[in-house]
């Protein structure tokens, strides 16, 4: 089986949905052990590590580890995202007041 390897814009469902069609057109069974470290090796590298310490036995049980612990990786993302975004619109808000706050300021000591 050729190495199939996880784009870094590609989800785990994706890599999973992929990696499981091209065993099935290259007729490899799942039980096949070579398959679990094929699989293993294409994952993102945190998530492969991650994985490891559960120790997986079989390809399905390794899917889905893979695809709980991408899912809750992409909540984090997302998450620290929208912190971000908040901050700065806090931060453009905060700078707006001021520019009005220095104005007043300057007509009252005019």
């Keep these: 089986m050729a190495l199939l390897q996880a784009k870094s814009s590609q989800s785990v469902q994706e890599y999973t949905t992929e990696f499981k069609k091209m065993a099935i057109m290259l007729g490899i069974p799942p039980k096949n052990p070579d398959v679990l470290l094929k699989y293993l090796g294409g994952l993102h590298c945190h998530l492969h590590e991650q ?21 809750i990786r992409l909540k984090r993302v997302q998450s620290s995202g929208s912190k971000q975004k908040e901050q700065q619109d806090a931060s453009k808000d905060g700078k707006k007041k001021k520019k009005g706050e220095d104005k007043k300021m300057a007509a009252i000591a005019h």
């Design 51 to 71: 994985i490891m310490l559960f120790k997986p036995k079989s390809v399905d049980e390794t899917c889905v580890q893979a695809q709980y612990l991408g899912n």
